[in-house]
């Protein structure tokens, strides 16, 4: 029960990857906020943890909008207090050749992907505890890439730097900051994405669980991870490392 009496924000909280980390935080003592656009997703993740005899509580954003994020935040500290834990895990892809992306949808991306973290940051870490950590999820794709993805595979490079640079910022705090890049995923994000449809990305090696990746971020929210900041930990069932 490594996160009893522990408050958590999980972006992306509604699927995937951000749902297999609420119930893990949940199940380990955590009351957690499930943050997600969609909001009915959000309520059936703290169904199943308030189900299970956890605490957690729905909340509706789009992390790419400045001010519903630091409702997010507000509102997690009235119900919950200071927060321990933050997981920007939501985040979206476009499918789109640069020379042919509209600008908006090229920035649409970043300031979903890499503008939420900023936000979470920016309005987060002044109503953390000391001693707490953030987890932002990057990818494979800020490592290798494949075509028509551009706007993606920066943010996620973005993130790991972002992630770098901020851990140097909060260190008075012991407030440590990680990244976890995911391989190939078994979740919607994944089977969705028409590269990987056409098998213009190749995901024949190692699918992962959302769960294997769950516990690649409670480790690092974690004080089993006292040690470990500023860094990016490669959940990918050694697909990077197989050319
Ligand atoms: N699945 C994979 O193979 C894989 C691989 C590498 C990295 N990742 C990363 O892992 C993270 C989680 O991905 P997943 O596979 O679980 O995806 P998913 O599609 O299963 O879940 C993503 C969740 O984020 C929410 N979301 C999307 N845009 C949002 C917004 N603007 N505001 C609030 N919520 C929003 C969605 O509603 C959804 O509930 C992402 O950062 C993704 O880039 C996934």
Same mark, same amino acid.
């Given at each position: 029960?490594?996160?009893t009496n522990k408050?958590?924000i999980?972006?992306?909280?509604?699927?995937?990857?951000g749902?297999?980390?609420?119930?893990q935080f949940?199940?380990?003592?955590?009351?957690?906020?499930?943050?997600?656009?969609?909001?009915?997703?959000?309520q059936?993740?703290?169904?199943a943890?308030?189900a299970?005899?956890?605490?957690?509580?729905?909340?509706?954003v789009?992390?790419?909008?400045?001010?519903?994020v630091?409702d997010?935040?507000?509102?997690?500290v009235?119900?919950?207090?200071?927060?321990d834990?933050i997981?920007?895990?939501?985040?979206?892809?476009?499918?789109?050749?640069i020379?042919?992306?509209?600008?908006?949808?090229?920035?649409?991306v970043?300031?979903?992907n /890499?503008? $939420?973290?900023?936000?979470f940051?920016?309005? &987060?870490?002044?109503?953390m505890? *000391?001693g707490g950590?953030?987890v %932002? @999820?990057?990818?494979?794709?800020?490592h290798?890439?494949?075509?028509?993805v551009?706007?993606?595979?920066?943010?996620?490079g973005?993130?790991?730097?972002?992630t770098?640079g901020?851990?140097?910022?909060?260190?008075?705090?012991?407030?440590?900051?990680n990244?976890?890049a995911?391989g190939?995923?078994?979740t919607?994000?994944?089977?969705?994405?028409?590269?990987?449809?056409?098998?213009a990305?190749?995901?024949?090696?190692?699918?992962?669980?959302?769960?294997?990746?769950?516990?690649a971020i409670?480790? /690092?929210a $974690?004080?089993?991870?006292?040690?470990?900041? &500023?860094?990016?930990l490669?959940? *990918?069932?050694g697909?990077?490392? %197989? @050319?």
């Amino acid at each position: 029960m490594r996160f009893t009496n522990k408050t958590c924000i999980v972006t992306g909280g509604g699927s995937g990857i951000g749902l297999a980390a609420c119930l893990q935080f949940a199940r380990e003592g955590a009351r957690v906020a499930v943050a997600d656009l969609h909001v009915e997703a959000a309520q059936q993740t703290v169904a199943a943890i308030v189900a299970a005899g956890g605490t957690a509580l729905a909340l509706a954003v789009d992390v790419g909008n400045s001010a519903q994020v630091q409702d997010v935040i507000a509102k997690t500290v009235a119900a919950y207090g200071p927060i321990d834990a933050i997981v920007n895990d939501a985040a979206m892809m476009t499918f789109t050749p640069i020379v042919d992306i509209a600008e908006a949808d090229f920035f649409h991306v970043i300031t979903t992907n /890499l503008g $939420s973290v900023f936000y979470f940051c920016k309005y &987060g870490i002044p109503h953390m505890n *000391d001693g707490g950590a953030i987890v %932002n @999820l990057s990818s494979v794709h800020a490592h290798a890439t494949t075509a028509n993805v551009v706007p993606y595979a920066s943010s996620k490079g973005a993130i790991e730097a972002f992630t770098r640079g901020l851990s140097i910022e909060l260190t008075a705090r012991k407030i440590r900051v990680n990244a976890v890049a995911p391989g190939a995923v078994d979740t919607p994000m994944l089977w969705n994405n028409p590269n990987v449809k056409s098998g213009a990305e190749k995901v024949t090696g190692a699918i992962g669980k959302p769960e294997d990746l769950a516990a690649a971020i409670c480790f /690092l929210a $974690s004080s089993d991870a006292a040690f470990v900041n &500023g860094t990016t930990l490669v959940v *990918d069932g050694g697909r990077l490392a %197989n @050319l």
